[in-house]
């Protein structure tokens, strides 16, 4: 059997290889490797590496590579602290490919230890763009690296053929987060309030804001003219996230707590599961913020996303989507559009541009296929052969 490595970084991530993980058990041709690392393993985070345990997974390894700082300083030392465990990791478990999702430095640094380590790689969810955030050019980097590409969208799929990616080696499957969608088991409401503490109230929104990393400072000025956009709101329940560990993420979780502490209506949740992040969205009216969630997910359990700011600048977008500058005032428009029976029945129409799911059975069949085929070595394809220089006769 091939041994497939599976590294996870993050809640958010998890939740979108929790199903293919699952196909990659369950196959006789494949056996399943996990690592964990990143704030699966930190308690400010919800050390969410029991949720990948709850699910049934064993982990191979662990990685620890956070520091307790969210400068630019200890996050680049982190990737440093990553790409060591990961070397320590990969050389104990030797894999025959390594899998990874996105764009996050905790990804790069596994990517990075799997190419000198001479381990192939499968890359899922590349050629997308997130241009408010450094985590685009990571991205691109772990394509860069992969030898094996699944992409979300047919968009995506010819921006790794533009990279230079081997076109035989790049296939469009559709966004996994559709998958959760399609297989997932909701909570019922008063599961779900028990769990929360947390009464949903006649509306409801889900508020996921992350650090935007290419504009330093800005970020919690941005999430202060979110909060003042939703101070006024009546009888409308507050679901906030924490942000992910990036920079400036720990002064937009004080402040969060700070906001939710003396409101009945407002609470900051430290780690949801897939199933209850996408449970708290069922039983909301849309998302507020700038998570992926609210342009991959919520469009195909008909939710409204009021996007602020620049973060997924780039990104496929549906008619679900309100893009919004990070202004209090337009953020209160951008809202009440969302509640608008104009926007109410345009969701009913909503088509999810990242497919109708089936993403993980399809990247488990080309895996089992390709995984004896595949080589380190790769070529740079030219989308047109470069012009050969003239001989000088001189």
């Not at 059997?1 to 058990?25: D, F, N, P, Q």
């Not at 330093?216 to 507050?238: M, R």
């Not at 977008?317 to 608008?340: G, N």
Request: glycine share 8%; charged share 25%.
């Amino acid at each position: 059997m091939s041994l497939i490595c599976v590294v996870t970084g993050s809640r958010s991530e998890y939740g979108l290889l929790r199903w293919l993980m699952k196909g990659i058990s369950q196959s006789t041709k494949l056996k399943l490797q996990v690592i964990a690392t990143g704030s699966h393993l930190s308690p400010e985070f919800g050390n969410t590496k029991a949720i990948i345990e709850e699910d049934g997974f064993q982990l191979a390894s662990k990685v620890e590579m956070l520091l307790s700082s969210d400068t630019a300083v200890g996050v680049t030392k982190s990737v440093g602290l990553g790409v060591i465990g990961f070397a320590d990791a990969l050389f104990s478990l030797k894999p025959d490919l390594v899998v990874v999702l996105g764009d996050r430095y905790e990804i790069l640094a596994a990517a990075v230890a799997a190419t000198i380590a001479r381990i192939p790689i499968a890359h899922l969810h590349g050629g997308e763009k997130t241009e408010g955030a450094y985590d685009d050019v990571i991205r691109h980097s772990i394509t860069k690296m992969s030898h094996l590409h699944f992409v979300a969208a047919e968009e995506y799929r010819e921006r790794v053929v533009q990279l230079g990616e081997d076109p035989r080696y790049i296939y469009n499957v559709g966004g996994l987060g559709v998958d959760c969608i399609k297989r997932i088991k909701f909570l019922k409401k008063q599961h779900l309030e028990k769990l929360l503490k947390f009464n949903f109230q006649r509306r409801n929104l889900l508020i996921t804001f992350h650090p935007v990393t290419l504009e330093p400072e800005l970020s919690l000025n941005h999430f202060k003219e979110i909060l003042a956009a939703l101070t006024p709101l009546k009888n409308t329940g507050l679901l906030f996230t924490i942000p992910n560990a990036d920079n400036e993420s720990r002064e937009l979780i004080r402040t969060a707590q700070k906001f939710c502490a003396h409101r009945s209506n407002a609470t900051l949740i430290k780690s949801l599961s897939q199933q209850q992040y996408l449970s708290c969205l069922r039983f909301s009216d849309g998302i507020l913020g700038n998570s992926s969630s609210g342009i991959i997910e919520a469009p195909s359990l008909r939710k409204g996303t009021v996007n602020i700011g620049t973060r997924q600048d780039g990104r496929l977008r549906a008619t679900s989507v309100i893009d919004c500058v990070p202004d209090r005032k337009a953020i209160a428009r951008s809202i009440s559009e969302l509640y608008s029976p104009v926007f109410r029945k345009k969701l009913e129409e909503t088509i999810n541009p990242y497919g109708e799911g089936g993403a993980s059975e399809k990247i488990v069949g080309i895996i089992e296929e390709q995984i004896n085929t595949l080589t380190i070595k790769k070529k740079f394809i030219d989308l047109d052969p470069p012009v050969k220089r003239r001989k000088n006769n001189c």
